[in-house]
């Protein structure tokens, strides 16, 4: 973390410890609500049995802490990002990365496609995803290459539509416990021009978002309509903009900037 930083704020409805907070939604993703007193075993194993990759000395090297290893693979999909007002978020947001994203798009026609080993693909509309609980999410987006910006955006949660859908198990029936779950989740653009693999513990972060507004105001196309990934446990290379398609996998999936050099986790 930067010292520099502006002293976080959580809102106030929030009287949760940002700890207590991360439990209950961990234990909530997790299906293990009942199960209280067994959970800090089972969510250290499923930490801990994420796999642990050695990284490749890169450009990305120089913003990363000494840490970055052990904090990529235990760590760092287990904390909440700090969060601000409303007011402190940029009007002005930055427009990175355009690989995926460059020819037209379609809104009305489009749907997000999701693949599941040995099941049916499915195809939802947006309005679907927007009929799921919305949360909106003010936080410091970081890029690797250097730049950070506090910013404003709405969606629903990823562990909310894989829980409703009951997506991401190998028994297609709702998790009874983590193991259930398979160990990746890859997004790719419609093109498949860009596309990123997050560990399954990340991508059920409960800040971790399938976001269709920006300030309020649905996604312009440069920052990734109609539906865009917005991660905070992570860095802006895994913030995909423009999902085509959602695949689950035990296989680690194939990533756009780790295939370029970059360490695969760039966890924050
Ligand atoms: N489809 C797509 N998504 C992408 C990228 C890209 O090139 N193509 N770049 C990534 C990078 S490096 C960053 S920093 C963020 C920037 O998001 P923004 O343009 O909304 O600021 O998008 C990420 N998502
Ligand atoms: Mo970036």
């Known amino acids: 973390m930067e010292t520099n930083e502006q002293q976080p704020q959580m809102p106030e409805r929030e009287a949760l410890t940002a700890e207590q907070q991360i439990r209950r939604r961990t234990l909530k993703a997790f299906g293990l609500f009942g199960l209280a007193s067994l959970v800090p075993v089972g969510i250290w194993k499923y930490i801990t049995a994420q796999p642990k990759e050695a990284g490749i000395p890169t450009p990305l090297r120089a913003v990363l802490d000494g840490n970055e290893q052990v904090a990529n693979t235990y760590f760092s999909n287990q904390h909440l990002a700090p969060t601000f007002n409303l007011e402190q978020a940029a009007k002005a947001v930055r427009v990175n990365g355009r690989e995926g994203i460059r020819t037209e798009l379609d809104p009305a026609t489009w749907q997000l496609q999701v693949l599941q080993p040995g099941r049916e693909k499915l195809m939802i509309p947006l ?112 913030n995909l903009k423009r999902i085509g398609t959602i695949t689950f996998a035990d296989d680690r999936p194939r990533d756009f900037w780790a295939e370029r050099g970059y360490d695969y986790h760039v966890g924050l």
């Open 127 to 238: 309005e679907a995803i927007k009929a799921l609980p919305k949360q909106e999410l003010v936080f410091n987006f970081k890029c690797v290459e250097g730049w950070s910006q506090i910013q404003h955006w709405g969606g629903t949660r990823l562990s909310d539509f894989i829980a409703h859908y009951k997506l991401g198990t190998r028994t297609g029936q709702p998790a009874a416990d983590e193991g259930d779950y398979f160990n990746y989740l890859g997004m790719e653009t419609p093109d498949k021009g860009y596309y990123v693999g997050l560990d399954m513990a990340s991508a059920m972060h409960p800040q971790t978002l399938l976001a269709y507004e920006m300030n309020g105001e649905p996604l312009t196309a440069l920052h990734g309509a109609p539906l865009r990934l917005i991660i905070p446990v992570k860095y802006g290379v895994k």
